[in-house]
């Protein structure tokens, strides 16, 4: 089955970590740019970053740069969000998307971050 | 708070054609293509329409998209029950250097 699945997630308290997975299978991820996008409680869908299909260009909003860090090890066929300083407005479901603005988009079912003390 | 502006909310009965606007400017809607998506809260979203105006494989007709100088409409002709869910404009922000999603629209089949 062609799908991405997302893991990692879980509850963290205010400053900590945690670094997301975003695993692909039926496909090989290389071929895609790869999104992660979020939604807090009660609010709407976040772009939060994304990563061409070599990893040579990667983007953020202003709200994550220089905590958070996408990666990915094609070897692996997956995707990475390394979160730092993690603080109670990054909870969130977390979603992984290839091709997010193509023909061929596909989304993860998401994994839930919880940031609270 | 989004540089996508959506109406909160729009409503159609079954069989109707509900129209959303999405409002932006030169830095994204003019200068980049728009998509649209649609999202069941705790559900993967899914991609209606890319590059302004195009469907993805799978997605109905009835739904379509289009361009009109800074902003963006989806309609949704022959309203069904499903069609009930939140709905995002979204699209690459030169300003911004980032991809923006509107702030959405929740549609409502009465």
């Known amino acids: 089955e062609v799908q991405v699945v997302e893991s990692g997630g879980g509850l963290v308290q205010p400053g900590g970590s945690l670094r997301l997975s975003c695993a692909a299978s039926?496909?090989?991820?290389?071929?895609?740019?790869v999104t992660w996008v979020r939604q807090a409680p009660g609010k709407g869908l976040e772009w939060v970053a994304n990563i061409n299909q070599d990893g040579s260009q990667r983007y953020y909003v202003d709200s994550v740069k220089g905590r958070f860090t996408i990666s990915r090890d094609n070897a692996k066929n997956s995707v990475f969000l390394q979160m730092h300083s993690l603080s109670a407005e990054d909870t969130a479901v977390y979603y992984c998307?290839?091709?997010?603005?193509?023909?061929?988009?596909?989304w993860g079912q998401g994994t839930q971050v919880t940031v609270s003390s | 708070q989004s540089v996508l502006t959506q109406p909160p909310s729009a409503s159609g009965t079954p069989g109707q054609r509900v129209t959303i606007s999405c409002s932006g400017s030169?830095?994204?809607?003019?200068?980049?293509?728009v998509n649209w998506y649609q999202h069941l809260p705790g559900t993967a979203p899914k991609l209606l329409i890319y590059?302004?105006?195009q469907r993805p494989s799978g997605v109905p007709a009835r739904f379509s998209g289009s361009i009109s100088g800074t902003s963006a409409s989806l309609a949704i002709s022959g309203l069904q029950s499903e069609d009930e869910a939140d709905y995002y404009c979204?699209?690459?922000?030169?300003?911004?250097?980032?991809?923006?999603f509107g702030t959405g629209t929740k549609v409502s089949v009465l």
């Open positions: 030169k830095s994204n809607i003019v200068s980049n293509t």
């Open positions: 998307a290839r091709g997010i603005a193509s023909s061929s988009s596909l």
């Open positions: 039926g496909f090989t991820l290389t071929s895609y740019w």
């Open positions: 590059s302004n105006n």
């Open positions: 979204a699209a690459w922000d030169n300003r911004l250097d980032g991809f923006v």
